[in-house]
């Protein structure tokens, strides 16, 4: 089960923001992607599920369409209040709700658009979720989902693969799942690119997979520190970067960025876009 204190606060999840917003070269961001694929028709009702720090509106602030109803929900009261702070600045009548999106109340047929951006890996029973979110969107609503493939940061991955084998790391309980030469991001591929498809299709009829073309250059060995400890503890006696290796592994870092400049590694992301 995900440990609640991951998202109490948002400076873990913001780890992980910098890294993919700061050393990406797509010029578009993936929320902007993501958003040109929203219907814009007027008066709608929108709900988006894992709102995290609200980066997604602030990203879109000057394609908002102002007639729109937009709830911004998570699981996370910290994560809310965040959200709230960070779009504050914007004239928009955003509502904020703590929802768990396993357990959803709404009435059937409600909203028009419902986002789940990175979330559903999250959710421990899918199936229920998925069928929930089916329930709440109307006929001719659109549900997208993003989420990543099983290549995502392949090489940097690799990078922190070689190193704990060097140190011959066993975790704290077990030697973690993702550690392998091909992934590392465990609970992500309950619910990925690789096998989103088949889960969405058990209730929607149309989903359509898109890969957001992107990699990441990064020339930080803090970066990379920062967005392997925000991973600890995310699920209990789990550990991804353990913090007696932290010093040892930033040499390791800046000796390959001394030899190669930079770290190149594939971002392997997309979104399912699904209708009824």
């Known amino acids: 089960m995900l440990n609640e204190n991951q998202y109490s606060s948002s400076k873990k999840y913001e780890a992980r ?14 929320y902007e992607w993501i958003f040109e694929r929203f219907p814009k028709k007027e008066n709608l009702n929108v709900l988006e599920l894992g709102c995290g720090t609200g ?14 109803s937009v709830i911004l929900s998570d699981y996370s009261e910290g994560m809310l209040e965040t959200s709230r702070k960070n779009l504050s600045c914007l004239n928009f009548n955003f509502q904020y709700e703590i929802i768990n999106a396993e357990d959803i109340q709404y009435p059937d047929n409600k909203f028009d658009i419902i986002l789940a951006n990175n979330m559903l890996y999250h959710v421990q029973n899918k199936d229920k979720t998925i069928k929930n979110i089916s329930r709440i969107l109307n006929d001719t609503g659109v549900f997208i ?15 922190l693969y070689a190193f704990l084998e060097s140190k011959k790391y ?11 030469n091909s992934n590392f991001r465990f609970n992500e591929y309950s619910f990925s690119l690789n096998n989103g498809m088949e889960q969405l299709l058990r209730y929607f009829k149309n989903v359509v997979m898109e890969k957001y073309e992107n990699k990441l250059i990064i020339n930080e060995a803090d970066a990379v520190i920062n967005y392997y400890l925000s991973f600890n503890d ?18 390791y870092l800046e000796n390959i960025l001394k030899t190669d400049k930079t770290i190149i590694t594939t971002k392997d992301e997309g979104i399912f876009i699904c209708k009824k």
């Not at 923001?17 to 993936?30: E, Q």
């Not at 989902?145 to 990078?159: I, R």
Request: glycine share 2%.
């Open 17 to 30: 923001i910098y890294l993919n917003r700061k050393f990406k070269t797509n010029p578009v961001s993936k």
């Open 170 to 180: 066993n975790g704290v309980v077990r030697k973690p799942q993702f550690l392998n």
């Open 55 to 68: 980066l997604f509106w602030l990203a879109n602030r000057n394609n908002m369409v102002k007639t729109w």
């Open 234 to 251: 995310m699920y209990s006696n789990f550990q991804v970067l353990p913090e007696e290796y932290i010093d040892e592994f930033k040499i």
């Open 145 to 159: 989902a993003s989420t990543m493939g099983k290549d995502n940061l392949l090489e940097l991955n690799n990078c």
